[in-house]
C-alpha cells in the first residue's frame, strides 16, 4: 500500500477538519463505519463511484497507524 497521506487529507473548513478522502467529503470515519456495518468494498464502490479502492485501503493504514500511537491512560 502506498503513503495513505496521498488520499487522505485534513481541512479545518471540511466536515470539522476530520481525515477526509483528498477531493471529497467522505471521511475516513463514514468508510470505517460502512465497513464496520458489513458493507463489502465493492458496495461502498457502487455507493459512492468517486472513490477508488485505494481511498478505502488507506482509511484503513490510517486507522492502523493512529490506533499505533494511542496511549492508553490507566485509571
Given at each position: 500500500m502506498e503513503d495513505f497521506r496521498k488520499y487522505i487529507t485534513f481541512n479545518p473548513n471540511i466536515r470539522f477538519g476530520k481525515a477526509c478522502i483528498i477531493g471529497t467529503r467522505i471521511t475516513a470515519a463514514d468508510i470505517l463505519s460502512w465497513l464496520g456495518s458489513g458493507m463489502t468494498n465493492d458496495e461502498i464502490l457502487?455507493?459512492?463511484?468517486?472513490?477508488?479502492?485505494?481511498?478505502?485501503?488507506?482509511v484503513l493504514q490510517f486507522a492502523a497507524k493512529r490506533e499505533s500511537i494511542i496511549k492508553t491512560i490507566a485509571a
Open positions: 457502487a455507493d459512492f463511484p468517486e472513490l477508488k479502492k485505494e481511498h478505502i485501503l488507506a
